[in-house]
């Protein structure tokens, strides 16, 4: 397992220190928004938003660039340990990942909500891995970033079952597949210099019973990746006593869970039996336009601090923070970092004591 220390700025303030991230997608500027729509309004052979990245023009191709460079320096005025670069490049998370790997194809968006749609892909032959997915998207953030930068990664299990499976007829052993991809995808990383890779399962939380497929994909997806680099899962929105404590088998550092947006009425599922990896907890709602007070956040971290250690917490949103407003989304992450920070201070002074804090719920 890695250890999580190294992630810790040269500059903090104080002796402890609970990392602080996102979990990925970020609002895109208004301007790439705009672009992406004129460039597939302008191409006919360029049908969906994804399409748009594919053999970019120059022009499209600075566009992106400065939206990552904007986005990851946002993070880091926001004051995030380990950042990403809002996943501005990518349109859905998904598509994405189907548009550029071989055995997917699309026939078309489907409705999934109101008036939204998504470019549902179907799977039309066995998947494979060509070029690699991120590297580029990793280089160029590392170059623009002064810190640490996580790369986020659309799980197997949520890839093979968010799409049509017109191949396999059997949806596991397309997820099996997949997450020999995902592996390799990693280990391209990992020789760019990538020391924190999350996968992002959100299917998992709509089917928690496939919990034991989800735990065979990550021993594929863990095969020979080097021990000093950090792996965590993110899950949310669901049911997570279905799904604990079997995770803690997975072979990951850290699980990554939304909490906030249920007032924490599944914390205690966290609590028994130990929990023993590092525990990212959600402390901002993703999903609500009320940006949470510094004091708010801080009762959210001390929740943490219930299940974990503080050299065992990680400080994040719920989710990633894609529908919100841009503004909104910035004081949200300014506010978890000044919690996060004072929370520290606190417990150096030694005016937060996990272990009394746990009794107290307990009493």
């Known amino acids: 397992m890695s250890d999580r220390d190294r992630f810790r700025p040269a500059e903090h303030p104080n002796d402890h220190f609970l990392l602080t991230t996102v979990v990925g997608s970020y609002p895109k500027p208004a301007w790439l928004e705009n672009e992406y729509d004129r460039v597939v ?3 006919e052979d360029v049908e969906r938003p994804a399409e748009a990245t594919d053999d970019a023009s ?5 566009a992106l660039d400065d939206a990552a460079r904007l986005i990851t320096r946002e993070h880091e005025r926001a004051g995030l340990d380990v950042v990403v670069d809002g996943e501005v490049r990518r349109t859905e998370m998904v598509e994405y990942f189907a548009d550029r790997i071989d055995g997917y194809e699309f026939n078309g968006p489907v409705k999934v909500w109101g008036h939204n749609y998504f470019h549902k892909p179907s799977v039309t032959d066995r998947v494979s891995y060509d070029d690699s997915w991120l590297r580029e998207e990793f280089e160029f953030t590392s170059f623009v970033a002064s810190g640490a930068v996580k790369v986020p990664i659309t799980g197997p299990y949520t890839l093979a079952n968010w799409a049509f499976d017109e191949h396999y007829g059997d949806s ?24 924190y890779v999350q996968i ?3 299917a998992l939380a709509t089917t ?31 049911d997570y006593s279905r799904i604990y404590p ?26 028994e039996p130990e929990f023993t990896k590092d525990f990212a907890l959600g402390v901002v709602d993703a999903h609500d336009t009320t940006v949470e007070s510094v004091e708010e956040i801080k009762r959210n971290i001390e929740r943490g601090l219930e299940v974990v250690p503080p050299e065992r917490l990680t400080v994040s949103p719920d989710c990633g923070l894609k529908l919100l407003p841009r503004e909104v989304a910035y004081r949200k992450m300014e506010n978890l970092v000044q919690a996060a920070r004072e929370v520290e201070a606190e417990l150096d002074a030694g005016e937060v004591r996990a272990t009394k804090i746990a009794t107290a719920r307990s009493d």
């Open 58 to 62: 120059d022009g499209f191709t600075e």
């Open 200 to 202: 992002d399962e959100p």
């Open 41 to 43: 309004d302008a191409d």
């Open 246 to 271: 079997e995770i803690l088998e997975y072979p990951v550092d850290e699980v990554d869970v939304e909490l906030a947006n249920t007032d924490y009425n599944q914390l205690d599922v966290f609590t």
């Open 172 to 195: 596991e052993e397309l997820a099996y597949d997949l997450a020999d991809l995902v592996n390799e995808e990693i280990h391209a990383l990992v020789e760019a210099g990538a020391r």
């Open 208 to 238: 928690p019973d496939d919990h034991a497929i989800v735990g065979a994909c990550l021993d594929r997806i863990a095969a020979d990746i080097p021990d000093d680099v950090r792996l965590g899962i993110h899950v949310c929105y669901g």
